[in-house]
Nanobody, 127 residues
Framework: QGHLVESGGGSVQAGGSLRLACVVSGYTSSRMCMGWFRQAPGKEREGVAILYTYTNITLWANSVKGRFTVSQDNAKNTIYLQMHSLEPEDTAMYYC?????????????????????WGQGTQVTDA
């Protein structure tokens, strides 16, 4: 089973930038669905971005489109979430999630039950 470890969270002023990283282990597939989700206090966990690693196609939440980017470094088995123009509403615990699309038969979905591995989360806070 896969194992995910997020890092890079912190306290940042509005308008600032932050880059989160998700180190992925335990998978050999090149056709992974890698999701970034977030959960603010008192709110449900919501999707931020979903990356299909085989094609680099990304599904974006409207609230972050144009401000965030996703990238992958295959040599480091790492997925990044680069966040720019941060807003107070971006304050949340950010989670990385993974699913092997060869097993699930689909990708680019916000359905949290689709993802079989989750990281422990990294906190992003408005300073």
């Amino acid at each position: 089973q896969g194992h995910l470890v997020e890092s890079g969270g912190g306290s940042v002023q509005a308008g600032g930038s932050l880059r989160l990283a998700c180190v992925v282990s335990g998978y050999t597939s090149s056709r992974m669905c890698m999701g970034w989700f977030r959960q603010a206090p008192g709110k449900e966990r919501e999707g931020v971005a979903i990356l299909y690693t085989y094609t680099n196609i990304t599904l974006w939440a409207n609230s972050v489109k144009g401000r965030f980017t996703v990238s992958q470094d295959n040599a480091k088995n790492t997925i990044y979430l680069q966040m720019h123009s941060l807003e107070p509403e971006d304050t949340a615990m950010y989670y990385c999630a993974a699913a092997d699309s060869r097993l699930s038969g689909t990708c680019l979905t916000w359905d949290r039950t689709h993802y079989t591995a989750w990281g422990q989360g990294t906190q992003v806070t408005d300073a």
